[in-house]
């Protein structure tokens, strides 16, 4: 799902959308006791910015209005890692992943599946 850079995440708000994913919807004061020296009425303009960008969705039926991711977490990875590819390196997704490991030391387990997604990608060519 393609959107408009300005509807991307600032790192505030992906701290929010953390707490989110991992915890499922919730009211400011659930974000908050989860953000660490995060205040009150900063969060809950943050999540009124974010509702208005769509980036989360507003449940008002209860006096506590609860909150929720509008995207998955993948979603959200995969719009923002577009963007940086189509930015930074020029379209070209081959140099984003050699910057990242030459940056970065990536774990065995993470090693073997990109060998597994390079195969599947090899084979999908021939």
Do not use: C, F
């Amino acid at each position: 799902m393609a959107r408009k850079p300005s509807e991307y995440p600032t790192g505030a708000e992906l701290a929010i959308l953390q707490v989110l994913w991992q915890n499922g919807p919730g009211t400011v004061r659930d974000v908050q006791s989860r953000l660490e020296g995060a205040g009150y009425t900063t969060v809950l303009k943050t999540l009124q910015i974010m509702t208005e960008k769509g980036l989360v969705t507003r449940d008002a039926s209860e006096r506590a209005h609860r909150y929720d991711a509008a995207h998955s977490e993948e979603e959200t990875q995969q719009g923002i890692l577009g963007d940086v590819v189509e930015r930074a390196y020029r379209g070209s997704a081959g140099r984003l992943v050699l910057q990242a490991l030459s940056s970065k030391r990536a774990s065995r387990e993470e090693l073997e599946e990109i060998r597994r997604l390079l195969d599947e990608l090899e084979e999908e060519e021939a």
